[in-house]
């Protein structure tokens, strides 16, 4: 039987990837040939040997500024062009030209997967020109597009509405784990994974932390102002209280995950990117059976209607955080929220989530 063959292109670390992994195993499981290319930087070059026979990591001359998104598409192209293929798999906007004008000149297939809100992101929010360009991609290249993806309903409406295309759910949701019961007593450990970027409410936490002398911080990942941030725990005397953790593979971090008693998905309400999030750490929690502190944006209120997971705020005041935090110490509370938590990672996990993905390919 002849096996269509899929690239998947991301600028992201292929090994830390959970989405493009699960998309990957998905699609070689379905009889697709899957080949992903990523990146790497060179600090992390030695991580390469990590990556499976089907992953490439491209190290790039450029590591920031319009100058990387330039190389890494150019070398995309090129790539793209040198290769027999049937679909592109764009992981979103920042790969889509490449994939467009490859799938244009070869006269293939191309599906877009919107993991956000790509010209919203905070990093770029007041900076209209980057802004204009990336949408100005988007228009241009989603007409040719015969399959869209997005990580959350509100966000895929949006999106459909500025785009005049149809875009489909795909939540970023992890692999059905059985979830393991952690006594809250026990690990007084609040846990943030994802990237360190600003507007994620990390430096509202760290000030927070002075209210909550009990409890540690767990900051897993790495990001823009991870060094920024380890430099304000420093001066803030809090190094006894608050741990900076590499980023993990998915096992690693999900080991991690489980030996915290609270995650926390603190976002700023002045990203749409943001707002319309569907994060993969609230997922991620739920997996482990861990009640969170989520806000009170559209996606997390809605999931919270329907298994009361977690403990919605409205802002990032540090009163506000330990308000939450301390609703949280309440035992009988805890157990109600532990106990939906693990009925609800029967429902959002990949192995119902994926179907979304198959059955769509079957269209194109």
């Not at 993991?115 to 980057?130: D, M, Q």
């Not at 803030?236 to 489980?258: A, N, V």
């Not at 809605?302 to 802002?315: I, P």
């Amino acid at each position: 039987m002849f096996k269509k063959k899929i690239i998947i292109t991301a600028t992201s670390n292929i090994i830390f990837d959970q989405r493009v992994q699960r998309i990957d195993g998905a699609l070689s499981k379905a009889g697709y040939d899957v080949l992903i290319f990523g990146r790497v930087k060179r600090s992390e070059s030695t991580l390469s040997v990590k990556a499976s026979e089907r992953t490439r990591l491209i190290i790039c001359f450029f590591e920031k500024s319009w100058l990387f998104y330039a190389e890494y598409n150019l070398r995309l192209f090129l790539i793209l062009m040198s290769r027999q293929w049937d679909i592109v798999y764009a992981c979103d906007a920042d790969t889509l030209l490449a994939g467009t004008v490859a799938k244009l000149i070869k006269r293939k297939k191309i599906i877009y997967d919107s993991h956000e809100y790509f010209e919203e992101s905070p990093e770029i929010n007041n900076k209209k020109l980057i802004q204009l360009i990336w949408t100005f991609i988007q228009r241009i290249c989603i007409p040719f597009t015969q399959l869209r993806f997005s990580v959350s309903k509100t966000l895929c409406a949006e999106l459909t509405r500025k785009y005049k295309r149809d875009f489909f759910l795909l939540r970023n949701v992890p692999f059905l784990r059985n979830s393991i019961k952690k006594s809250f007593d026990n690990n007084k450990i609040i846990i943030y994974q994802g990237v360190i970027n600003q507007g994620r409410g990390l430096e509202q936490m760290i000030q927070t932390m002075h209210s909550l002398p009990q409890y540690k911080l767990w900051i897993i990942g790495d990001g823009d102002i991870k060094a920024q941030l380890e430099s304000t725990v420093q001066s803030e005397s809090l190094s006894k209280q608050i741990i900076f953790f590499d980023r993990q593979t998915p096992d690693e971090l999900f080991k991690l995950t489980l030996q915290a008693s609270i995650g926390i998905n603190l976002l700023t309400g002045d990203s749409k990117n943001y707002y319309y999030s569907g994060a993969n750490k609230c997922y991620d929690y739920i997996q482990a059976g861990l009640p969170s502190i989520q806000m009170n944006f559209p996606e997390y209120e809605a999931l919270n209607a329907e298994f009361e997971v977690s403990v919605l705020v409205a802002d990032l005041e540090v009163k506000t955080l330990v308000a939450a935090v301390e609703k949280l110490e309440n035992f009988d509370y805890y157990q109600r929220l532990q106990s939906n938590c693990i009925t609800a990672s029967q429902t959002y996990h990949w192995e119902h989530e994926k179907i979304n993905l198959l059955d769509r390919l079957n269209y194109i």
